[in-house]
């Protein structure tokens, strides 16, 4: 595959980074498979295709294929998608007082905090995934994606664009209902769509806030609580000093990988400063791994 490489920090583990990104095996836009990420990005009418490698350990390979392929840079985008300069000593570093967890992140080590493309993306992903669980909203979101985009294949895989905001603010609240929506998440779903077309709700204006202040601007909108807002500072725009608190899933992951089922969150972040959102993604890949889902070792 030709392309452009672009160094990595290693240890470097593109398949966790692009596993932590997805979440599950079923996310039909950000695909792995056979060693390759794989995702469009763009326009989801004339999108383009990211194609990401590692040929090396201190390297990944990328490449754009598509009409619009030249806006895109390789450094920014490998950067922002996979997470491939972060430098995540303190968590290493804070992990070592707790023995179940310096044992996730040790044969986890290589993993880097991905961020979604768009703020969109983000939001949608986020307000999807309220209380219910990973897999009913990876489902749901997954038929929400094929009903509104179209599939490309490219080197024999089927890939989904994310639907944009126009896509989803025009669409009929009753099918996006069948769909597997509440009521209440279609709401939300428009409003956001709402103030991003009008600006209400800008990416570079909310990047330049303190994360204290990211999230006091994102709570300001219809459908955004707390918890919605610390996932999209977390996976939007990769805030690694917040984790999202009162997480039904994370807790018992918590729970379930320290083997303490009385234990508490809070020391476990305070030891983790600035990277506790990083124990995000670690108690992800724990349960993965504790499912036979994905395997930590190579």
């Known amino acids: 595959m030709n392309g452009t490489l672009v160094p990595v920090r290693t240890p470097y583990r593109r398949d966790l980074s692009a596993v932590v990104l997805r979440r599950l095996s079923t996310?039909?836009?950000?695909?792995?498979?056979?060693?390759v990420y794989r995702r469009l990005l763009g326009d989801p009418r004339a999108p383009t295709l990211l194609t990401v490698d590692q040929p090396a350990p201190d390297a990944v390979r990328v490449r754009f294929d598509g009409p619009?392929?030249?806006?895109?840079?390789?450094?920014?985008?490998?950067?922002?998608?996979?997470?491939?300069?972060?430098?995540l000593t303190p968590l290493?570093?804070?992990?070592?007082a707790f023995a179940w967890l310096d044992r996730i992140a040790t044969l986890a080590?290589?993993?880097?905090?991905?961020?979604?493309?768009?703020?969109?993306?983000?939001?949608?992903n986020a307000v999807?995934?309220?209380?219910?669980?990973?897999?009913?909203?990876?489902?749901?979101?997954?038929r929400v994606i094929e009903r509104f985009a179209v599939a490309s294949e490219a080197d024999g895989v089927r890939l989904f664009p994310f639907p944009d905001a126009a896509t989803i603010l025009a669409a009929d609240p009753p099918e996006l209902r069948s769909l597997g929506l509440?009521?209440?998440?279609?709401?939300?779903?428009?409003?956001?769509?709402?103030?991003?077309?009008?600006?209400?709700?800008?990416?570079?204006?909310?990047?330049?806030?303190?994360?204290?202040?990211?999230?006091?601007?994102?709570?300001?909108?219809?459908?955004?609580?707390?918890?919605?807002?610390?996932?999209?500072?977390?996976?939007?725009?990769?805030r690694l000093d917040i984790f999202p608190m009162n997480d039904s899933g994370a807790t018992a992951g918590l729970r379930k990988l320290s083997?303490?089922?009385?234990?508490?969150?809070?020391?476990?972040?305070?030891?983790?400063?600035?990277?506790?959102?990083?124990?995000?993604?670690?108690?992800?890949?724990?349960?993965?791994?504790?499912?036979?889902?994905?395997?930590?070792?190579?």
């Open 27 to 35: 996310n039909v836009v950000d695909v792995f498979e056979g060693g």
């Open 68 to 87: 619009q392929a030249a806006r895109f840079d390789a450094v920014s985008v490998v950067r922002r998608a996979l997470g491939t300069d972060v430098d």
């Open 92 to 96: 290493y570093d804070g992990a070592r």
């Open 109 to 124: 080590r290589g993993v880097r905090p991905p961020r979604y493309p768009t703020l969109w993306e983000a939001i949608v």
């Open 128 to 142: 999807v995934y309220q209380q219910v669980s990973i897999h009913a909203a990876g489902a749901i979101l997954r």
């Open 182 to 238: 509440s009521v209440n998440k279609i709401n939300a779903l428009k409003a956001v769509a709402h103030a991003i077309a009008d600006g209400a709700l800008d990416e570079a204006a909310l990047a330049e806030l303190t994360t204290p202040d990211l999230i006091a601007a994102l709570v300001e909108h219809k459908g955004i609580g707390p918890w919605t807002a610390a996932v999209v500072a977390l996976r939007g725009f990769g």
């Open 259 to 298: 083997g303490d089922p009385a234990i508490e969150a809070e020391p476990i972040l305070e030891r983790l400063q600035p990277q506790q959102g990083m124990l995000y993604y670690h108690l992800l890949l724990g349960r993965l791994d504790e499912r036979g889902e994905i395997s930590l070792t190579r």
